[in-house]
């Protein structure tokens, strides 16, 4: 079956946030993690620390410098299966943090 990722795309900006609140989010999404387990979809996930480095070649030399788009990070990940693209995209709405301004972007994984 096609395996697809779901990066969850967040606002950097936010955080820290508060401890209370950041276990509501994890809770949240290790509970859809599990729901995706149980029906066999669920292959793969993680949280993405905030902290990271681009890499990028600029007038022949590679730059390194932190990540830019901290309006859109992405902040975590699933690799499902799903029968196509458009079974991929309703699992997707079933994301639990598009309340805290979440949004996810569906892909196919392989060639």
Known sequence: MPQFILLIREDLRRYPIPKEE??????AHMKWARDL????????????????????????????QPVRDVRQGVGGYYIIEAE????????????????????????PLGA
Do not use: H, M, W
Not at 46 to 57: A, F, K, M, P, V
Not at 88 to 96: G, M, N, S, Y
């Open 22 to 27: 950041l276990e509501a989010i994890i809770a």
């Open 84 to 107: 196509d693209l458009q079974a991929a995209v309703e699992i997707a709405k079933e994301c639990p943090t598009y309340k805290d301004g979440d949004l996810i972007e569906v892909r």
């Open 37 to 64: 387990t149980a029906r066999g979809i669920f292959k793969d996930g993680n949280g993405i620390q905030s902290d990271g480095r681009l890499i990028e070649l600029i007038n022949g030399d590679l730059v390194v």
